[in-house]
């Protein structure tokens, strides 16, 4: 187990290493987080979330999310799988807080958990695109 009070420091060298890349980021670089140190906690959080979405389908869910709330019925339908294997990586897009789900009477729906989740999946999607676009 990692212990959550580490804090990584910033580094000292304003040099790049060898390979000409910069590791010593250790800042998050927006609003809520400008001058908080990374934790080992904020990195395994991160990690929780990554390994999350890292499934073809659990990340088309996601993008599937992004036009708004549905059922999983409708979700495996337009996935063309079988509503038990969609309701798997619900459960574990929940586990990960990436969505939310609403009860209605009999029917159950899911959405993207708020902007930041969105914002998550449309930077995945679009830095995939760039590297796809400038090779390996």
Avoid: C, K
């Avoid at 509503?83 to 029917?107: E, K, M, Y």
Wanted: glycine fraction near 6%; charged fraction near 25%; avoid cysteine.
């Amino acid at each position: 187990m990692t212990d959550s009070s580490t804090q990584f420091e910033p580094a000292t060298d304003p040099q790049p290493a060898a390979s000409g890349v910069d590791h010593s980021i250790t800042e998050i670089p927006d609003a809520r987080h400008s001058a908080d140190p990374v934790t080992d906690q904020d990195i395994a959080d991160a990690v929780v979330v990554l390994r999350g979405m890292a499934y073809e389908h659990r990340l088309h869910i996601l993008v599937l999310l992004m036009a708004g709330e549905t059922t999983p019925e409708s979700l495996a339908t337009r996935m063309s799988l079988d509503s038990t294997i969609v309701a798997h990586h619900l459960r574990n897009l929940r586990d990960t807080s990436l969505i939310r789900r609403q009860r209605r009477g009999r029917h159950v729906y899911y959405a993207l958990n708020g902007d930041a989740a969105r914002g998550l999946v449309q930077e995945v999607i679009r830095y995939a695109g760039r590297r796809r676009e400038s090779g390996p």
